[in-house]
């Protein structure tokens, strides 16, 4: 027997209107309101979309509550452990985990993608040296579409392959060349005998006069950190990219939009912000101080790195990417870092706390990834850029999948107006 269709039942008024309720496979029903204006002449109410499904999508599931995080089904922690990132990179492109051919396949068009046009040096040169990388990636980033015209006609299927291949090979190449210009230092070619994650630590760290040989573990912490950022459903900056392509934009400039959503320090930016926090404590006694702060209402002041909107249980990707800052922290031989100390002792006494306890507040991703990329090496500045790099497959994946569904509609929110009823214009003289 079939099931019976759902339905919800709202009155306004004297009009009664039967909403269909959508079953996921995953995750709380979904109630159908697309007929919600047409009918009964309301919009809904939802600033920050907190009960809002903006789409449908097979790519990935989030239970907050539970700290569950799912790509195509597989639970995070198996693919952070087993897999690697450019596998990850197949996974949620093309939805199921490729066979060995298929991989090597993969990861050999990637590799052979990864210089950008030569001619984009000079359009690098043309930003000031103390330029954050993140400007500047949101520049360059945008400006691909100047110089890849035979990939940004997105009605073809073979174009959009061929930009997100682009924009995934890329990315590495575009971050640590915004880097090593924000030093003064020459840009480094990409490898292609070296792995992704590899290759970009080499890129970054690497000079003419000493080449840079990269240790395995750290190369396998960076593609940890690249995995765990690859996608997470509908956040601010993949709503961004997916708002940004409903109109029909080109894929660099949707990349380029979710790079510049990204940077916010209540997203992405707040690896960078968690760092120089940490740095403002200085030492863990201080930390009581800013822990009354956060606590403060009339401070706007939050703790960095901790709470999530949609995790109110440990981020599942903070538990892996804790035991990577065990990993490298011994490595680096800082474990008995100041900063890292502070941290150590601001997690404890945050998990302690009762406030934090209350609103389900835990440390996120940005929280243990920061400790980890200022162990190898990179400056604060670089934190954000490399989750933008990281988070670009997902992006492109969710692209892929708006535009793969035929009745995709330009995104267009409505508002509730709270301004000045029509009144008559006054003359400047009359005012
Ligand atoms: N420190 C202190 N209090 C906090 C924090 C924090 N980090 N985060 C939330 N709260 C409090 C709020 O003051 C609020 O208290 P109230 O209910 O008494 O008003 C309550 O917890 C809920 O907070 P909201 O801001 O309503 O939660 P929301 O889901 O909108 O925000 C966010 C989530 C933006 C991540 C928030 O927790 C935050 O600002 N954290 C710090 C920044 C950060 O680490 N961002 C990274 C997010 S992960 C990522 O992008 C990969």
Redesign the pocket.
Known sequence: MADTPKTATLTIGDTTLDLPIHSPTLGPDVLDIRKLYAQGKVFTYDP?FTSTAACDSAITYIDGDEGVLLHYGYPIDQLAGKSHYLEVCYLLLYGALPSAAELEHFETTITRHTMIHEQMHNFFRGFRRDAHPMATMVGVVGAMSAFYHDSTDISDAQQREVASHRLIAKMPTIAAMAYKYSIGQPFVYPRNDLDYAANFLHMCFSVPAEDYVVDPILARAMDRIFTLHAD?EQ?ASTSTVRLASSSGANPFACIAAGIACLWG????G?NQ??LEMLKEIGTPDRIPEFIAR??D?NDPF????????VYKNFDPRATVMKQSADEVLELMGVEDNPLLQVAKELEKAALEDPYFAE?K?FP???FYSGIILEAMGFPTSMFTPIFALSRTVGWISQWKEQLSDPAHKIGRPRQLYTGPTQRDYVDVENR
Request: hydrophobic share 35%; charged share 25%.
């Open positions: 920050g997470h956040n320090p209540a997203h992405g707040a912000a968690c956060a606590k209402k939050r703790l960095m790195g901790f709470g999530h909107r609103k507040l996120n991703v940005d």
